[in-house]
């Protein structure tokens, strides 16, 4: 599968591909209308970002204790269902007079439920494409993410003034229905990918299973820390130049944008075993540049290169489904995703950290040599294997 053609004649994958969209579309609008309404009301930039963000940290303990039923639910059924607790959440969010205690016990619950839904979805995207075509349907849902955020936020930013803030809730709270409508018209049924109930044992047991294979390890530590680590750099672009860290952000964007457009797209199977370590070290080597402060426009240059980096991300997913039975694909992937942004949170307290007794400059340098020694050390398990990939193993 070489084309977007191929890619959206595949049944299903349009389906997915379209609710995937407007769950995004929802994602974003309703978090910029929780960040206002509760900054509104407190007149606190931290409870305003917490609102808006805080539900990441919950997919940690969802990835600890729910992540067994990524694979043991039936996916269609379960990606609606989320869709309407989503629903329901984001609705009750926009509750006049909701104490702030229970508005962020919300969250953190629709926290703990997008973390199963991350593995739901990739588990279910390995299943409705062939193994080849995985890198590419993978790569235009990056891009969606990347898509929807820019647009989102704008669009959302029109909606709070026409409508409010609860208004604009309200309208997530829609868009979210439609995402359960769509999974149902659009998606066939088919059986859970595992069997057994999902537990916390079963959560446990299954973690313990993918990190115990040193490969797996390596692939997930790779994903992981030198991501969340440059991930710290863009998170001092507020304090490193206030006046333009919006278009820092946007040059970001698009980079991740060319990179996943070229590595999944054009980049041939043989050649990606390849790719992958330049582009680990692509991701972070830019960033030393602003050791030495430098001027706008190259600094901006630097970070649209070093974020063509991040398609190394999509190169390691592939290799994590080559390296893992397909009755736990969901459970891996939701395990990536649930890390990743737990590191990405991680990495942004680390460099602010840094940034405290330093400058902007000097710790974005710094997190970006952080990354490139991890980036090293953990390049000797990243080799291919001798012989091929891995055997799939059989679920325990």
Known sequence: MRTYGDL????????????????????????????????????????????????SFAQLAGALTLLSAADRLPPRTALACMALIFCAGTAALAIPGLPLAALFAIVLGLGLVAS???GVRYGLLSEILPEDGYLLGRSVLNMTVGTMQICGFAVGGVLVVALSARGTLLTGAVLYLLTAVTALAGLSRRPPRATGRPSLAQTWRTNAHLLSSAPRRNTYLAMWVPNGLIVGCEALFVSYSPRHAGLLLAVAAVGMLIGDTVTGRFVPHHLRERLGPSLRLLLAVP????????????????????????????????????LTPISMHGHALGLQASGMI?????????????????????????????SVTVTLALAPGLRPLPGGPELRESPR
């Open 8 to 55: 959206f004649r595949t049944p299903e994958y349009t389906p997915l591909f379209a609710s995937f969209t407007i769950q995004m579309s929802a994602q974003t609008v309703g978090a910029l209308a929780l960040g206002t309404l509760v900054y509104d009301s407190t007149g606190s930039p931290l409870l305003s970002a917490l609102s808006m963000f805080g539900g």
């Open 116 to 118: 199963v839904g991350s």
């Open 287 to 322: 960033y030393l540049l602003f050791a030495a402060d430098p001027p706008f426009l190259l600094g901006a240059a630097a970070i649209l290169l070093a974020s063509i980096g991040y398609a190394a991300t999509l190169l390691l997913q592939e290799r994590l489904m080559t």
């Open 342 to 370: 737990t590191m990405q949170g991680v990495g942004a307290a680390l460099a602010g950290g840094a940034a405290q007794v330093t400058s902007p400059g000097t710790a974005m340098a710094i997190m970006a040599a952080a």
